[in-house]
């Protein structure tokens, strides 16, 4: 997958709904991340929802597909909707999403990578300046960090 910036595609781009998880340490000093098997870039776990279930159901389905943990997912970081930023896959789809970003906390299981996960690691602040992280999760990490009660709606 790449992300394409700054071209308004319209009705050359389907809609999605997609979810990822925020998942911070026991002391909150460093957040989960997945490098990507697509693409070799590190990101949060999450992807696309599927019909008939919810975007909570989606993040939690996601968040155990690509880690092996079963979460509980909570507050609502942030909804992210730019018409600036496309994906598009291998296969030659392109979407807009909609995204939804939670913080989710660990219950069970034991961290594994998935299908579609080359390694799972936490990472400090400090430690993300030095890895090749996908654009548009830099903005859902920042927000994360920042605590707010209320979600941003970017």
Not at 24 to 50: A, C, I, T, V, Y
Not at 63 to 86: A, F, R, W
Not at 132 to 146: F, K, N, T
């Amino acid at each position: 997958m790449k992300v394409v910036y700054g071209e308004r595609i319209g009705q050359t781009a389907r809609l999605s709904v997609s979810c990822s998880a925020v998942i911070f340490d026991e002391d909150r000093q460093k957040l989960l991340l997945m490098r990507r098997d697509d693409n070799g870039r590190w990101s949060l776990p999450g992807g696309h929802m599927d019909a008939g279930e919810s975007v909570t159901e989606a993040c939690a389905r996601e968040v155990l597909e690509e880690t092996g943990l079963h979460v509980q997912v909570g507050k609502l970081i942030g909804v992210y909707s730019s018409p600036d930023m496309i994906l598009q896959y291998a296969d030659g789809n392109r979407y807009q999403t909609v995204h939804f970003c939670f913080e989710a906390r660990p219950l069970a299981g034991t961290l594994t990578s998935g299908t579609e996960t080359l390694e799972l690691a936490y990472f400090s602040r400090e430690e993300l300046a030095h890895l090749d992280i996908m654009e548009h999760h830099l903005q859902r990490i920042e927000d994360a960090w920042a605590g707010n009660l209320l979600p941003f709606m970017r």
